[in-house]
C-alpha cells in the first residue's frame, strides 16, 4: 500500500507509506494477563508481515495487550518510540527496555516527530501513565487514544482535527471488560458488572467523534478473548465484532469495519476479515497457577513490603487480605479503618506481580476474586477502588515510582507543568479532586 493503514489484533495500528512504515501496540504473540487473555482473532500472515517490516514501533502503556514481552522478543531490529511517561530514570517503560537492548527514543509531549516525508507523529502521555498518539500521513490525520482517557490532551487533540479535512479515530469502546470485573460482596454474593448487560455503545461512540470533529470510527483496543478457564465466565462481557454491525444515525460519520484496511491514495476502507479463534478454554495450571498452592511466610513478607510504602492507603483502607489456597493472609493497613479487601488468587500470578509490579494485570485478568469489605464510598464494583485504590497501585506506584506523599506530589507537579492534565469534579471516574487534593500544589 501506498499510503494508509490497517488495524489488527487488539489495538494494533499499520501506518504505510510505500510499505509498512510505524506499528502500535504490537500484541501479535502470546496471551496477556497471565494467560488470561487472547486476541479474538488470529494475525494473519500479511499483516503479521507488515509489522515485522516496520521500521518504528509505538507503545502507549504498560498494559500487556499493549506491550507485549513476548511480541517484542521477535520485534529487536525496530525502533520503539515511547510517549513521555514520567517515573525515575527516563520512565518505567522505557528504562526496562533499554536494558533489555531495545532501540529506544521518548517522544516529547505535543511535538511533531518526522518518520518519513509523507508521515509525522505526534505523542502525549498522560497522568494515568496511558498515551494518545496522533498520525499526519500526508494531510490524514489518525487519532489513536486505545484506552486513555481525556484528562488534559482533548484541547489539544480538538484543535489539531481541526486542521485536517480527513480524520479517523481509533479507541477503546465495547462493553468495558477491560478493567477488573471479579467483585463480590462479604455475603458471598456476585456484584453483576454493568458489561455483563451488554448495552448498545454505538450512540455513546458518535457522540465522542461529535466532541472532536471527526468523521470515521474504527473499532479498536477492544478485540480480545479469555481463555483460561477460571476466567472464561467473563467472555459475557466481552465485545463480540458482532456488536460494530450497523452505522451511524448520521450521515456525517462513518463506522469503519473492525480489522480495517484503508488505502488512503483510493480513498477506500475494505474488512481484512481475520479468522476467529475458537473457543478453547486453558487450565491455569498450564500457566503456572494452582488454586490449591498457599503463600510461604516469606511470601507474605513480599506482599506487605509492597503495600505499606504506598502511602496513601493509609488514609482510608484498614487491611488487604490474600486468599492464597483457601488460607486467609491479612496485612494490616491502617486500624483506624473498617474498610478492607480480600483478593482470593493462585499463589504464582500474585507473587508475579508483586515481583514485576504490575497488579493492574493480576486484576485485569478477572480470574482472582474481589470481596469488598466494609462502606466504599458507597460504591461496589470497579467503581468502589476508583480513585482511592486503583490508580494509587498501579498508575502512580507501580509505573510512575510515585508512593509517598513528596513523590506524589512531584508526579502530579511534573504532569501539571506539561500543560495537559486535567481533573473532573468529583465523580465515580478515573481522577477525583477529593482523592488527589493532598498531592497538588495551586488550583487543579
Known amino acids: ?68 514481552h513476548a511480541s517484542l522478543a521477535g520485534l529487536r531490529d525496530k525502533r520503539i518510540l515511547l510517549p513521555d511517561h514520567f517515573g525515575l530514570r527516563g520512565g518505567r517503560i522505557a528504562r526496562d527496555l ?21 508521515v509525522r507523529v505526534l505523542s502525549i502521555g498522560d497522568v494515568q501513565q496511558d498515551a494518545i498518539l496522533l498520525v499526519d500521513l500526508d494531510g490524514h490525520l489518525l ?21 485536517y479535512d480527513r480524520s479517523f479515530l481509533l479507541c477503546l469502546t465495547g462493553y468495558g471488560d477491560a478493567d477488573m470485573l471479579n467483585f463480590w460482596n462479604e455475603d458471598g454474593t456476585f456484584v453483576e458488572p454493568p458489561s455483563m448487560k451488554r448495552v448498545p455503545f454505538l450512540e455513546g ?24 478457564t477460571d476466567s472464561r465466565w467473563a467472555e459475557a462481557c466481552a465485545t ?35 479468522k476467529p479463534r475458537p473457543d478453547v478454554y486453558v487450565e491455569p495450571e498450564e500457566f503456572g497457577d494452582n488454586w490449591s498452592d498457599e503463600l510461604e511466610p516469606e511470601d507474605v513478607v513480599k506482599i506487605a513490603a509492597y503495600f505499606r510504602p504506598i502511602t496513601h492507603l493509609s488514609t482510608f483502607l484498614g487491611f488487604v487480605n490474600f486468599r492464597v489456597g483457601g488460607k486467609d493472609n491479612r496485612i494490616e493497613i491502617n486500624p483506624e479503618h473498617d474498610r478492607g479487601l480480600t483478593f482470593e488468587t493462585p499463589r504464582a500470578s500474585l ?6 509490579r504490575v497488579f493492574d494485570d493480576l486484576l485485569i485478568g478477572n480470574f482472582a476474586r474481589t470481596t469488598l469489605h466494609g462502606d466504599w464510598f458507597g460504591k461496589r464494583g470497579t467503581a468502589a477502588l476508583y480513585p482511592h485504590f486503583t490508580p494509587f497501585i498501579g498508575k502512580y506506584a507501580d509505573n510512575g515510582d510515585a508512593r509517598t506523599p513528596e513523590e506524589l506530589r512531584r508526579y502530579f507537579a511534573e504532569y501539571r507543568r506539561r500543560g495537559y492534565f486535567a481533573l473532573p469534579d468529583d ?18
Open 351 to 356: 507473587l508475579s506481580c508483586i515481583e514485576w
Open 240 to 274: 463480540p465484532v458482532s456488536a460494530y454491525a450497523g452505522s451511524f444515525s448520521s450521515p456525517e460519520h462513518e463506522l469503519l469495519p473492525p480489522f480495517c484496511r484503508y488505502d488512503l491514495v483510493r480513498d477506500e476502507a475494505a474488512a481484512i476479515g481475520p
Open 1 to 68: 500500500m501506498q499510503l494508509g493503514f490497517e488495524t489488527i489484533g487488539n489495538a494494533t495500528l499499520i501506518v504505510h507509506d510505500r510499505g509498512p512504515l510505524l506499528a502500535t501496540d504490537p500484541w501479535i504473540e502470546g496471551p496477556a494477563y497471565f494467560g488470561s487473555w487472547i486476541t479474538s482473532h488470529e494475525i494473519p500472515p500479511e499483516q503479521m508481515a507488515n509489522v515485522h517490516a516496520c521500521k518504528y514501533l509505538w507503545i502507549s502503556h504498560g498494559h500487556p495487550d499493549h506491550l507485549s
Open 205 to 228: 461512540i458518535e457522540t465522542h467523534l461529535r466532541h472532536f470533529g471527526i468523521r470515521s470510527y474504527v473499532p479498536f483496543s477492544s478485540q480480545h478473548k479469555y481463555q483460561r
Open 427 to 444: 465523580e465515580p471516574g478515573i481522577e477525583s479532586r477529593a482523592a488527589l487534593a493532598p498531592y497538588l500544589d495551586g488550583p487543579g
Open 98 to 118: 533499554r536494558a533489555d537492548g531495545f532501540d529506544v527514543t521518548v517522544l516529547e509531549d505535543g511535538v511533531w516527530t518526522p518518520l518519513s516525508d509523507r
Open 143 to 163: 487519532v489513536d487514544t486505545n484506552d486513555a482517557m481525556e484528562i488534559g490532551a482533548g484541547a489539544l487533540v480538538k484543535r489539531t482535527v481541526a486542521e
